[in-house]
């Protein structure tokens, strides 16, 4: 399973040996050929408003902002010149510079796969930075170094690095069916692949035991800072008893019906009297098309 996904791809070269240097960062913040991201409460500065794009705009617009110490992160290098990333959120800014704001969710999907996944990037880090102001091991406020990508603690020294949190994320296959299971804060005729550490996720939710688990691919999950991975499980045992507090309702789906359900979840439709999966942003979209196209197997 060699393809890409949403958010994952990222094109942007680090650098992250080089990220420590401050004179170089500063050398790169006065360069003119250097863009910056601004997101306020997490949502992109955009351009465009049939086809909103990232609006990539000079530093010059925003250098109050980061003489004034506006959380800057330095995303890497391409294209030949460096991008950051900054926090608008609170700030004043010229009305010109102040474009439309879109939810990273809605975005996503209509920009390319690389602007998407540097989105990510800048999104997941930015919260970590608003929810991470103090030592976890002392209580005292920290201070933002290596161009945004730590966090030291001046008083104990603590170095504090941004999380991804793994999340497993599977398909059950018991020969030509595949076990979906409803999710009970998701409402309407969604269902999902089941998620959390793989066998014993599944033997919680569904009762279902399962043999050989097969890895397939991993997605980068900015809300806030997951990282989907997606695996193939095969069930060795039918009977579904589901664990109410996690779902609504769980059924084995013939590979026909799942096929259709992923063309139906592609083509945007969502209407609650069919059962659906969920969009392309999503791995577990990707994990049934790709199972019930017979593209992967257990
Ligand atoms: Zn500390």
């Not at 010229?94 to 990510?120: H, K, M, N, Q, S």
């Not at 980068?220 to 060795?236: C, V």
């Amino acid at each position: 399973m060699d393809d890409i996904y949403c958010f994952g791809g990222n094109p942007l070269d680090r650098a992250s040996e080089r990220r420590n240097d401050r004179e170089w960062i500063a050398a790169l913040l006065g360069d003119p050929e250097t863009r910056i991201l601004a997101l306020r409460d997490l949502k992109p500065f955009t351009r465009g408003t049939a086809a909103p794009a990232l609006d990539w705009q000079p530093v010059t617009q925003w250098r109050d902002q980061i003489d004034a110490g506006a959380q800057l992160i330095f995303l890497g290098l391409g294209d030949g010149r460096a991008h950051f990333a900054i926090d608008a959120t609170g700030a004043n800014v010229a009305p010109d510079v102040d474009t439309e704001l879109v939810d990273v969710r809605a975005l996503a999907p209509t920009i390319a796969t690389g602007e998407a996944a540097i989105l990510a990037e800048a999104r997941s880090l930015l919260d970590w930075h608003a929810r991470h102001r103090f030592c976890a091991q002392c209580g005292s406020p920290t201070k933002v170094v290596s161009a945004g990508w730590v966090r030291r603690c001046p008083d104990c020294r603590a170095s504090h690095f941004p999380r991804t949190d793994p999340v497993v994320i599977m398909l059950a296959i018991h020969g030509d069916r595949a076990l979906l299971g409803r999710n009970r804060r998701r409402a309407g005729a969604r269902f999902s692949c089941l998620e959390e550490a793989v066998r014993r996720e599944v033997r919680e939710e569904a009762g279902i035991r399962c043999g050989r688990v097969r890895y397939l691919a991993a997605q980068p999950w900015p809300f806030p800072s997951s990282l989907m991975i997606g695996f193939l499980a095969e069930a060795l045992t039918e009977e579904i008893t589901v664990d109410p507090e996690e779902l609504a309702e769980a059924r084995w789906f013939r590979r026909d019906e799942i096929r259709e359900m992923a063309a139906r979840a592609a083509a945007g439709s969502d209407d609650p009297a069919q059962v659906s999966l969920p969009s392309p942003i999503a791995i577990a979209h990707h994990i049934c098309r790709r199972w019930s196209s017979g593209l992967d197997s257990v």
